[in-house]
């Protein structure tokens, strides 16, 4: 069964710290790896991280896949208040046959900053 | 906005009874996903369709269907309810990524 686990499952910091989300997956027949932001609705895409897109980049947000060590992270530097969110890393495998699309979602990591 | 519209957005019913949630995907997006969120699962997949054809399967319970429309719009149907079923239903489409939909939230009493 495929598996996705999340770390820390919660964290606190400060407004200006730097924080590193952790994700490792167990999965069969591995395509993307996913980070969405989970405020009080609907997961909000981040990134996605494929064998030939290992690492990604958008404004104070990036995230490097290891597909050695069947993990990646997710660094927020100079956080802010809205930063404070569920981050959700999830695997898209293989369901069956050719056909992709089948997402395994972590448990999230609670990111609370504080002013 | 995400371009993916669900309705309704809140639903109370009992147990027992049957429900129709309702998803329309982004524009030129032919997958359509079904997702359940609660608080002691996570977020779940339930099934994937592609251009009207079921593509994957994941924890999807015998009492719940779904189809896709040749619309691409698609329908997610809850049977027999029970109380456990009491959660936010998430409708995700993709050309490529996947963005989710407001989501409905089902409360079964």
């Known amino acids: 069964e495929d598996k996705v686990v999340q770390s820390p499952l919660s964290l606190v910091v400060h407004e200006g710290d730097t924080v590193t989300l952790n994700c490792s997956y167990e999965?069969?027949?591995?395509?993307?790896l996913l980070w969405y932001k989970q405020e009080k609705k609907a997961p909000t895409f981040l990134f996605m991280l494929t064998s030939s897109g290992i690492e990604k980049k958008s404004g104070r947000l990036s995230s490097i896949l290891d597909k050695k060590e069947l993990s990646s992270i997710l660094n927020i530097t100079a956080t802010q208040t809205g930063d404070s969110a569920i981050y959700l890393c999830?695997?898209?495998?293989?369901?069956?046959?050719?056909?992709?699309?089948?997402?395994?979602f972590g448990q999230g990591t609670i990111l609370t900053v504080h002013p | 906005d995400s371009g993916v519209t669900q309705t309704p957005k809140h639903l109370i019913t009992a147990t027992g009874q049957r429900v129709t949630l309702r998803c329309s995907p982004r524009s030129g997006d032919l997958s359509v996903y079904w997702y359940q969120q609660s608080l002691d699962q996570g977020l779940q997949f339930l099934i994937h369709y592609y251009n009207g054809e079921e593509r994957a399967k994941g924890n999807i319970l015998e009492r719940f269907s779904a189809q896709q429309f040749p619309d691409l719009h698609s329908e997610l149907n809850l049977s027999s309810l029970e109380l456990g079923d009491s959660a936010l239903y998430f409708c995700?489409?993709?050309?490529?990524?996947?963005?989710f939909g407001p989501g409905t939230r089902l409360t079964v009493l």
């Open positions: 999830a695997v898209e495998a293989k369901a069956g046959g050719t056909s992709y699309g089948k997402l395994t």
């Open positions: 995700a489409s993709s050309s490529n990524e996947q963005f």
């Open positions: 999965v069969t027949n591995f395509r993307s």
